[in-house]
């Protein structure tokens, strides 16, 4: 029986984009469900009950939450094509260190970035820019943080790529200015058809970006 697979996912979410990402590398059908993150569905709420969140993969009607984990459940269920996750336990260990850096890091001070003003905006753009740093440092002249070809942590993190122009728009700077080695490797990356054909439009991203600022009653 073929399996199925289904995605409860909210379009721009860089949690999300990265099992869009996973799924396509591996050339998996899967049923996409759009959800309200402002109106849960009751699916969703059954899905995952604890924290309540997309993205919730769903694998013969079993639900695998929170993305990190449901990234590693698809390389190793479906383990026949394109491998994320290295061979050696060591270098595995170290691709998930990445990965939690990119997380905790990447996406905790970005919303700082557009959700801020004055002076603890620029504290945040000068911490933003200084992590990209370190993750340029440890990409070195790899092609991929996985190497030779799309990782684990290449997909964690491109994933967050779209909302780099909101970042930059509110906070009046350029990554690529700073860092064009990283944005070399973002380009390598959106070379592969997995990756761009995931990832929304940055205007539009922009634009939700805009809502959200109005929504929160940050002017």
Request: hydrophobic share 40%.
């Amino acid at each position: 029986m073929a399996d199925e697979v289904v995605l409860l996912d909210f379009w721009p979410s860089p949690f999300g984009i990265r099992l869009r990402i996973a799924l396509a590398e591996k050339g998996i059908v899967y049923e996409y469900k759009e959800e309200d993150v402002w109106n849960k569905s009751p699916l969703l709420l059954q899905m995952n009950p604890v924290h309540k969140k997309i993205p919730v993969l769903i694998h013969n009607g079993k639900p695998v939450s929170e993305s990190l984990i449901a990234l590693q459940y698809i390389d190793e269920v479906w383990n026949h094509k394109a491998p994320l996750l290295p061979s050696d336990s060591y270098l595995r260990a170290q691709a998930r260190f990445w990965a939690d850096f990119v997380d905790k890091k990447i996406f905790e001070i970005g919303r700082q970035l557009w959700a801020t003003k004055g002076e603890e905006q620029n504290a945040a753009i000068k911490e933003f820019l200084d992590y990209i740093g370190v993750l340029e440092r440890e990409l070195g002249d790899k092609p991929f943080f996985g190497g030779d070809t799309l990782g684990f942590v290449d997909v964690t993190l491109i994933s967050h790529y779209r909302w780099f122009l909101v970042y930059e728009k509110f906070g009046n700077f350029s990554v690529e200015a700073e860092h064009p080695e990283f944005i070399a490797w973002v380009k390598r990356c959106m070379e592969k058809e997995s990756v761009s054909k995931s990832l929304p439009e940055q205007e539009k991203v922009y634009d939700y970006a805009m809502l959200l600022r109005k929504k929160f009653g940050i002017e």
